[in-house]
């Protein structure tokens, strides 16, 4: 597959900057025609549905919880068809819920290949969002994304958080790209900057290498770049500064 949609945008980096009106007209008119919704946007459905078509916003990937898929999947895909979105990401798990050894994270991956399996069967793609955690050596040398990405689960690649993990983004790109259709494009500020926003950077501002990190992912099979930032300040500039920068890597 072929980088599809460069411009989409994870609705969690606006959740400070309410009304949702005002945050998806800042989002489209900084030129992305592309989003990933979370939680808040399950609420209230049909209202979330014609806010997107209101701004010309089409929402191919969307995030949603582990515990609420295993418990209520059918509503959940029902969701993902009401706002058109074609792959589910499962993007967390809480510090008290992750295991700490071989044989439970081996345990969870298999817990996701059992939601994946009925996602896919009724017609959408399974991923999973990485923090550092997943890069973090365990006992025996493996790492948590090596259980978790087995068995159909694919990756909405978080690169950022690979390189907070001093993590090889690189190196994990070259052995699970083919199974990396989403990336999370985000940045990191240099050492002691930006820390009123917990260090991230706007797109192309901070010292994540894009320039050479974007065409890897594309050569991989990456078919949507999504433009992320844990908590900006200021949600118009992280959007109109990100959508440039990722304009220009799309170009180049």
């Not at 978080?158 to 983004?169: C, H």
């Amino acid at each position: 597959m072929a980088l599809t949609n460069p411009l989409s945008f994870q609705l969690y980096s606006a959740r400070n900057f309410p009304p949702l009106k005002d945050q998806l007209k800042i989002i489209a008119d900084a030129g992305f025609d592309t989003v990933e919704p979370y939680g808040a946007f399950y609420v209230d459905v049909p209202a979330a549905s014609q806010l997107f078509k209101d701004f010309g916003l089409k929402a191919r990937s969307g995030h949603f919880g582990i515990d609420t898929l295993e418990s209520e999947l059918d509503r959940n895909l029902d969701i993902a068809d009401a706002l058109g979105i074609e792959t589910i990401v499962v993007p967390f798990l809480v510090p008290a819920a992750r295991p700490s050894d071989t044989a439970g994270w081996k345990a969870f991956g298999e817990r996701l290949a059992r939601i994946g399996e009925k996602v896919r069967e009724a017609g959408r793609g399974f991923a999973w969002h990485n923090h550092d955690f997943e890069f973090i050596a365990l006992p025996d040398g493996s790492f948590p994304i090596e259980h978790i990405l087995t068995d159909g689960v694919r990756w909405e690649a978080d690169v950022a958080w690979v390189v907070r993990a001093k993590a090889d983004p690189k190196a994990w790109i070259a052995r699970y790209g083919s199974v990396m259709p989403l990336v999370h494009v985000k940045d990191i500020a240099p050492a002691g900057e930006n820390t009123n926003e917990d260090g991230w950077a706007d797109v192309g501002t901070g010292v994540v290498d894009w320039a050479t990190i974007w065409p890897l992912c594309v050569k991989a099979g990456a078919e949507i770049m999504v433009a992320e930032h844990d908590n900006p300040s200021d949600l118009k500039r992280f959007a109109t500064v990100s959508a440039e920068a990722m304009r220009k890597l799309a170009n180049a």
